[in-house]
């Protein structure tokens, strides 16, 4: 059984700053890892994605995040934010064969100060 | 391409109605997942369908929660009989699970509130 922890569950910044949302995730075989942003009173849309390859992976607006295999994680990192950038994110994963069912972490509120 | 389509977007039952959630996945993706979240519990998987075939059935939620796929373009999620606990956001999405892409593309939300 795969698990997936967002350790903070609120984070506040000011526009222009760096910001890195931490995802730890637990699961023994070969997976799937992703990002999600929801803003306010809308559905998740995707951010970017991780199974093979380079570790670090390019996604959309500015976002990265890094896999480490040897800690777990899975960060997602934006190097400035934007006010734009306040929402709910949420790190998943899923096995990468088999029934590629997702769990979610419990979500990280980004709040953006302009 | 149109995305994902739910309807109705709002719903308020009284407790012991049936509800029907309808959702439109995006045209060719062959898994539909529907979700429930609240504040508190976040997003709990409620049904998956590969291929129009029900590979999940929600576990603690099958006895009042019902999922069907009539084809590959229309779902529905019926809850019978509504409980005031039932009060969240419902979640569709679709994926089209093809040579590594799994994203799931999410629709809008229906949000449920049960009196």
């Known amino acids: 059984t795969q698990t997936v922890s967002q350790s903070d569950a609120h984070v506040t910044v000011f526009e222009g700053d760096s910001v890195e949302l931490r995802c730890n995730y637990s699961y023994g075989g070969s997976i799937y890892l992703s990002w999600y942003i929801q803003h306010h009173g809308r559905g998740l849309q995707f951010l970017l994605k991780?199974?093979?390859?380079?570790?670090v992976v390019q996604g959309v607006n500015g976002f990265e995040a890094e896999f480490s295999k040897s800690d777990s994680s899975f960060h997602l990192r934006k190097a400035s934010v934007h006010w734009s950038d306040s929402a709910v994110y949420f790190c998943a994963v899923s096995p990468y064969t088999g029934n590629y069912k997702y769990v979610f972490g419990a979500g990280t509120r980004l709040k953006v100060i302009a | 391409d149109a995305g994902v389509t739910q309807t109705p977007r709002h719903e308020v039952a009284e407790k012991g109605q049936t509800i029907i959630l309808k959702c439109e996945p995006v045209?060719?993706?062959?898994?539909l997942f529907w979700y429930r979240q609240t504040k508190i519990q976040g997003l709990e998987l409620l049904s998956y369908f590969r291929s129009k075939s029900l590979m999940e059935d929600g576990g603690a939620f099958k006895d009042r929660f019902k999922a069907e796929m009539l084809n590959s373009s229309f779902s529905t999620l019926k809850i019978q009989p509504t409980e005031p606990k039932d009060s969240a956001v419902y979640l569709c999405a679709s994926s089209l699970r093809l040579g590594g892409r799994l994203e799931q593309y999410f629709g809008p939300g229906t949000r449920l509130t049960v009196l």
């Open positions: 045209s060719g993706h062959n898994d």
């Open positions: 991780y199974y093979s390859g380079n570790p």
